[in-house]
């Protein structure tokens, strides 16, 4: 048993780093789409501070996720792999397609639908964190969207008298830190899911993990308030190499299919966006960095016209946003009644 959580433990790092391969078109596809840094370097910007997150925000979603959806009395491994499954294989295929859903709900659908599977509806703790999750699929974009909108009128106002070529040069740099701020706050919520999928595990097995010694000890985690540094780290890093990748299908998505950027529209729907998560990362609510960062492109490209956002590239995202919690659901509980089969309960 200690070998399986052991492999689990690096199956939920693997979806780490898929989540950062997946979701590196978040950080990076403003930046690239503007052609203020070349791909590889905007890769390596944004796992840098993906990483340097885990010394910056505090592990409230990871808490979220490990004791606020799921009863923890009825997870067994097998509920958290499978859900792991249900995740992962719901973001390659979005990402073979090149569709920027999100894999944050994939990772939440899977986990539900593994559960439910287990022990029916009684699983999910329905309450103040469902309740969040599910509001914030339709919140986050629009928030993003509107604070992508009220920014980009900021800036259009207060550089209307301003000549385009300097506003370029301004806004260059600007995308900058507006890129880094954005990957803190990807890294600051998006790592923190699989932080609370790990602690979830590790306190399911507690009793098996109570009596060891050596570096084992270290897997040993009484409650789910308690998130030692290694699952902390560790998390951070797999998200890190993940965006330092790259998912390049869904940053020609992002970055210029939605609608077409300049630097100043840019560093205005990275912007948002970041604050936008950062918002939702202080209160402990996991989001969709997908979302936010869509719904802030459409903002500020709504600015400029409401005919410069191309609405079926947007209809199309929205409809995969729709239907990732339940289809990565049902992948899980699929696999769930396989691994009961073959592993056992």
Same mark, same amino acid.
């Given at each position: 048993?200690?070998?399986?959580?052991?492999?689990?433990?690096?199956?939920?790092?693997?979806f780490d780093f898929i989540n950062g391969f997946h979701d590196s078109a978040n950080s990076i596809a403003t930046i690239v789409g503007t052609r203020v840094l070349s791909p590889i370097a905007a890769?390596?910007?944004?796992?840098?501070?993906?990483? *340097?997150?885990? #010394?910056? @925000?505090?592990?409230?979603?990871?808490?979220?996720?490990?004791?606020?959806?799921?009863?923890?009395?009825?997870?067994?491994? !097998?509920?958290? @792999?499978?859900?792991?499954?249900?995740?992962? *294989?719901?973001?390659?295929?979005?990402?073979?397609?090149?569709?920027?859903?999100?894999? $944050?709900?994939?990772?939440?659908?899977?986990?539900?639908?593994?559960?439910?599977?287990?022990?029916?509806?009684?699983?999910?703790?329905?309450?103040?964190?469902?309740?969040?999750?599910?509001? @914030?699929?339709?919140?986050?974009?629009?928030f993003g969207m509107a604070l992508g909108f009220t920014l980009m009128v900021i800036l259009y106002w207060t550089f209307h008298r301003t000549g385009p070529a300097r506003v370029n040069r301004v806004f260059k740099r600007g995308q900058l830190l507006s890129s880094a701020l954005f990957s803190l706050a990807h890294g600051g919520n998006?790592?923190?899911?699989?932080?609370?999928?790990?602690?979830?595990?590790?306190?399911?097995?507690?009793?098996?993990?109570?009596?060891?010694?050596?570096?084992?000890?270290?897997?040993?985690?009484? !409650?789910?308030?308690?998130?030692?540094?290694?699952?902390?780290? =560790?998390?951070?890093?797999?998200?890190?190499?993940?965006?330092?990748?790259?998912?390049?299908?869904?940053?020609?998505?992002?970055? $210029?299919?939605?609608?077409?950027?300049?630097?100043? $529209?840019?560093?205005?729907?990275?912007?948002?966006?970041? *604050?936008?998560?950062?918002?939702?990362?202080?209160?402990?609510?996991?989001?969709?960095?997908?979302?936010?960062?869509?719904?802030?492109?459409?903002?500020?490209?709504?600015?400029?016209? @409401? =005919?410069?956002?191309?609405?079926?590239?947007?209809?199309? *995202?929205?409809?995969?946003?729709?239907?990732?919690?339940?289809?990565?659901?049902?992948?899980?509980?699929?696999?769930?009644?396989?691994?009961?089969? #073959?592993?056992?309960?």
């Amino acid at each position: 048993m200690l070998y399986y959580v052991l492999a689990i433990v690096g199956v939920a790092l693997i979806f780490d780093f898929i989540n950062g391969f997946h979701d590196s078109a978040n950080s990076i596809a403003t930046i690239v789409g503007t052609r203020v840094l070349s791909p590889i370097a905007a890769v390596i910007w944004a796992a840098f501070f993906n990483f *340097i997150a885990a #010394f910056v @925000f505090t592990t409230a979603v990871a808490k979220a996720i490990g004791k606020g959806l799921i009863d923890l009395n009825i997870v067994t491994p !097998n509920v958290i @792999f499978a859900g792991l499954l249900g995740a992962i *294989i719901w973001d390659l295929v979005t990402w073979a397609y090149g569709i920027p859903s999100s894999s $944050s709900h994939a990772l939440i659908g899977g986990y539900a639908g593994a559960a439910v599977a287990k022990a029916g509806w009684a699983a999910l703790l329905w309450g103040t964190k469902w309740i969040e999750t599910l509001a @914030f699929i339709v919140i986050s974009p629009l928030f993003g969207m509107a604070l992508g909108f009220t920014l980009m009128v900021i800036l259009y106002w207060t550089f209307h008298r301003t000549g385009p070529a300097r506003v370029n040069r301004v806004f260059k740099r600007g995308q900058l830190l507006s890129s880094a701020l954005f990957s803190l706050a990807h890294g600051g919520n998006d790592a923190q899911k699989t932080m609370g999928i790990i602690v979830g595990l590790l306190v399911t097995v507690e009793p098996l993990l109570a009596l060891e010694t050596g570096w084992i000890r270290n897997l040993y985690v009484p !409650n789910a308030d308690n998130i030692p540094v290694w699952v902390i780290l =560790s998390a951070h890093a797999a998200i890190a190499l993940g965006t330092l990748f790259g998912g390049w299908r869904i940053v020609h998505t992002m970055g $210029s299919r939605i609608t077409k950027l300049r630097p100043i $529209s840019g560093f205005a729907a990275e912007g948002a966006g970041a *604050i936008a998560i950062i918002m939702a990362t202080t209160l402990g609510i996991p989001v969709s960095t997908t979302h936010t960062i869509t719904g802030a492109i459409v903002g500020v490209g709504a600015t400029h016209r @409401f =005919s410069a956002v191309r609405w079926g590239v947007a209809g199309r *995202i929205v409809w995969a946003w729709v239907v990732t919690i339940p289809a990565s659901a049902l992948i899980a509980a699929l696999a769930y009644l396989l691994l009961r089969t #073959f592993v056992g309960a």
